[in-house]
Every structure is written in structure tokens, then in C-alpha cells.
Nanobody, 117 residues
């Protein structure tokens, strides 16, 4: 059973960088041919795919967020990380990590991130 768990600060100030980590257990993030995604849901809105990192380490980003987003991984810890720079209150959302690139079979529980001064 694959499990994912998001961690990181729940409150970030405007203009700062949001950083979240997803710790994966029950499966390796380097296993062929899985992708590992970050997805968010702002209040009252739908799910938004932000980007993904592949089993190979290749990264893929939403065009609308590409300039501010970076996804990396630590294979020794079986973790992958999201960084979103220059945040604004519009980036307030529940952030999820999930396995998959466009369809997802395992999800983390989600973590609320609020952008506020």
C-alpha cells in the first residue's frame, strides 16, 4: 500500500517561497514508470495540477505556474519537494501530492497553506 504525506508550513507571507515535501512510503519514487504530482485546490475552486517529477527525475510543469514552480526529489529519503516562489494570497489552497501524471491512484491527505501577512 503506497502512502503519501505532505509536510510544510501552513502559513507563508506574500512574496516568499512556499516549500512543501511529500514523503512516500510503500513504494519507491524511482520505480518505472511512475510520475509524482503536486496538485492544489484553492477555496471554492477545482483541482489544479501544478507539476510532476517522473521516476527518471524529469520534471513537468503547468504552463501557468512554470515560472514560479520547481519540483525536486531526494531519492535517499523517498521524498519529492515543491517550491513555489513569489506567492500571493491567490496561492492559498489545499496542496496535495499524488502518484500519477494525469490520473492518480494514491493521494496524500492534503495540507492547507495560507498566504497572508
Amino acid at each position: 500500500q503506497v502512502q503519501l504525506q505532505e509536510s510544510g508550513p501552513g502559513l507563508v507571507k506574500p512574496s516568499q517561497t512556499l516549500s512543501l515535501t511529500c514523503t512516500v512510503s510503500g513504494g519507491s519514487i524511482t520505480t518505472n514508470y511512475y510520475y509524482w504530482s503536486w496538485i492544489r485546490q484553492p477555496p471554492g475552486k477545482g483541482l489544479e495540477w501544478m507539476g510532476a517529477i517522473a521516476y527518471s527525475g524529469s520534471t513537468y510543469y503547468s504552463p501557468s505556474l512554470k515560472s514560479r514552480t520547481s519540483i525536486s526529489r531526494d531519492t535517499s529519503k523517498n521524498q519529492f519537494t515543491l517550491q513555489l516562489s513569489s506567492v500571493t494570497p491567490e496561492d492559498t489552497a489545499v496542496y496535495y501530492c499524488a502518484r500519477g501524471g494525469s490520473r492518480y491512484d494514491y493521494w496524500g491527505q492534503g495540507t492547507q497553506v495560507t498566504v497572508s501577512s
